[in-house]
């Protein structure tokens, strides 16, 4: 407020010094003509020459003092606008990584993006521009107006008639802007995301030769953005005219009737080019003020969307700081679990005991429970009824975080970002690490992808591309069970991560692990007995339930469903 207040002061400053020097000079000139032919008329001269450059050195002054408080103004304003758009962000990065999947489910990708980007840069022009302006602006009314009614308050009405219109029809012309601009960045959403999804299965656009119709849809696209751009392009073009005209009739209200004024006696020349002066200082403030209320309504509409996330609490949290060590078991017990909206449950009456040290298969068909089990055991969702034990402990009241660094987990759907293959084998481990380089050759060998790197003309410094889209689905996988590997940690979780590998790959694979399972507690989910047949304990899964369970050979005694599946698939492969 004090340097908006100084630097307002010093913008009405030269306006005064302009009427003082105008008229000063009018009243030498006259005394300039009286004295002609005379000695006196060179001391006029010079007389006047002075006063020119007095006020020529004022103004400059006041101009330099009014841009150094401008200066620190922005500063305050604008810098901390941008350090709690800075703060903003984080907080919304942080809040988002502690929601459940749940609420991924529910919200898409594009509308999460949005309001990180789009809503955060709207609160951060309400905090900054919006109330700058609007402190400017009435900072410049507190004071320049009273200076305005101290020269002539008849003609100060008159001048600051146009001025509301003004601010009132940038205020509408602005909303439909926005709303148009809105439509457009709405449409480029769209447009992108149909590009993206394009360039993403450009292979199957390829292999089904569709390209025609993609092209074909891409132009509706496209047509229907320059549609909206057009319309935005239309309303752009009156703005600026019309800013100007109304801009200009206030100067032409201010010329033509302090004319009328300077000739009853009332005003100087001088005071008329004040005014003049002063309505081109009030037009910007009074512009911007219908262009502030439109921020400030979108900025309250943001924040309102941001609140929306910010509020949602997260169903998993971290309940305590404790530090944890997995020493005996895991154990479910009276496990249901049913899915929002879902009316049927996903897992139903799940007793189980996983001992440290010993192997853990789970198989089923698609859409038994398999991966669901996975998820509750890494407790990325909680259990609807019953309780999961971690050493006679709840797990909702074990350290989480402590928790997570003992699990190395390989997924079904494999996630790898753009980045070296080496740095997404590290990805679970600190990059400080000790002999890291050697970490990751020594899990790319375990996973049985090693000899597949060093084909690769910059090997382990191979950059994979979005997605790992350089890479095989077998070897996406295969970087997956090295990632999980290369934390050496506790407990093993497979998640159905064999499906892409060949089986003389998996069986080598399946060797290494041996080694490493030893004192090592295991999950291991696939679709094929071959891969867990070696396992201390197996459960077969079927609607959520657990049908049977036990040994390889156990299982086999009960010519069951285990064994159905057992020969299917050994016919299978003599196939």
Known sequence: MLFVIISNLFSAFPAKAVSLAIDLLLDNLNTYKLFESTNLQ?????????????????????????????????QSIIVMSRLIEYDLKNEVFYHYQLLSPSFYRKNNTGDLMARISEDVSRVRMYIGPAIMYFTNLTATFLVIIPIMFSVHAKLAILVLLPLPILSYAIFRINNTINKRSDAIQNQLSKLTGFAQETFSGIRVIKAFGAEANFRSDFEKEVNEYQKRSMSLAKVDATFFPLMLFLTGLSTLITVFLGGIFVLRGEITIGNITEFVIYVNLLTWPVASLGWTSSLVQRAAASQERLNEFLHTQPEIVNPSNTPFHFQKQIELKDVDFRYEGKNDYALRDINLTLQKGKTLAILGTTGSGKSTLVQLLLRTMDVTNGSICVDGKNIKEINLIDYKSHIGYAPQDVFLFSDSIANNIAFGVSQLAPDLNAKVETAAKQAALLSSIQEFPEGMNTMIGERGVTLSGGQKQRVSIARALIKNPDLLIFDDCFSAVDTKTE????????????????VIISHRVSTVKDADHIILLNQGEIIEQGTHDALLLLNGSYTDLYQSQLLEEID
């Open 507 to 522: 069986s080598e694979i399946l060797i290494n692990l041996k080694q490493l399972m030893r004192n090592k507690t295991v």
């Open 42 to 74: 060179d001391a006029v001269s010079l007389n006047v020459t002075k006063v020119v450059l007095f006020f020529a050195v004022l103004i400059i002054a006041f101009a330099l003092i009014r841009g150094f408080f401008m200066f620190l103004m922005r």
